[in-house]
T-cell receptor, first 110, second 115 residues
Framework: GQQVMQIPQYQHVQEGEDFTTYCNSSTTLSNIQWYKQRPGGHPVFLIQLVKSGEVKKQKRLTFQFGEAKKNSSLHITATQTTDVGTYFCARGGSDYKLSFGAGTTVTVRA | DGGITQSPKYLFRKEGQNVTLSCEQNLNHDAMYWYRQDPGQGLRLIYYSQIVNDFQKGDIAEGYSVSREKKESFPLTVTSAQKNPTAFYLC??????????????FGPGTRLTVL
């Protein structure tokens, strides 16, 4: 399927700092979803973005969908140890399918 | 977890053996999916099913087979033809329509190791 590229692959963050992870596509996205997978766990849905320029917040997490609908970002403020895990973006395609990016793995230094 | 169960959690098999991974959901979702996850990689789609008695190949279907005889169940068989079967297998279900995607709910996964 058509790919979404996530950068960076790894993010090492000092507790209390902010960071951003990005999801990019060469083609227009109809929608983008974000999932979080804790170490040893399974992916859990965080949010879906559909509209151009859309911004959604969940506590310390801010999700954005680009104006051209070719990229998305996840920004976390004041990182905590509970933020550890891998964050995946996924694009919706035909036939109910999602295509997942390779993920950004976040570690936190206390 | 989240209405989707997978069993077993850990599975060991000898090279050359077929093995079947179980996936059951009680969320009344029409669509079900199987993904494979390898270290440092995202989720790759093996097979998916939009409705009972119908399923389609995903991106890496070679060496795998599935069935969808009941809405609640979507077992995956890893055959001896799969050259590198050691991986973490995740089952998911979802209720989206063709152009209105809803989230996918994942099971806890089965970690398969070929000895």
């Amino acid at each position: 399927g058509q790919q979404v590229m996530q950068i960076p692959q790894y993010q090492h963050v000092q507790e209390g700092e902010d960071f951003t992870t990005y999801c990019n596509s060469s083609t227009t996205l109809s929608n983008i979803q974000w999932y979080k997978q804790r170490p040893g766990g399974h992916p859990v849905f965080l949010i879906q973005l559909v509209k151009s320029g859309e911004v959604k917040k969940q506590k310390r997490l801010t999700f954005q969908f680009g104006e051209a609908k070719k990229n998305s970002s996840l920004h976390i403020t004041a990182t905590q140890t509970t933020d550890v895990g891998t964050y995946f973006c996924a694009r919706g395609g035909s036939d109910y399918k999602l295509s997942f990016g390779a993920g950004t793995t976040v570690t936190v230094r206390a | 977890d989240g209405g989707i169960t997978q069993s077993p959690k850990y599975l060991f098999r000898k090279e050359g053996q077929n093995v079947t991974l179980s996936c059951e959901q009680n969320l009344n979702h029409d669509a079900m999916y199987w993904y494979r996850q390898d270290p440092g990689q995202g989720l790759r789609l093996i097979y998916y099913s939009q409705i009972v008695n119908d399923f389609q190949k995903g991106d890496i279907a070679e060496g795998y087979s599935v069935s969808r005889e009941k809405k609640e169940s979507f077992p995956l068989t890893v055959t001896s033809a799969q050259k590198n079967p050691t991986a973490f297998y995740l089952c998911a279900s979802g209720s989206g329509t063709l152009f209105n995607y809803n989230e996918q709910f994942f099971g806890p996964g089965t970690r398969l190791t070929v000895l």
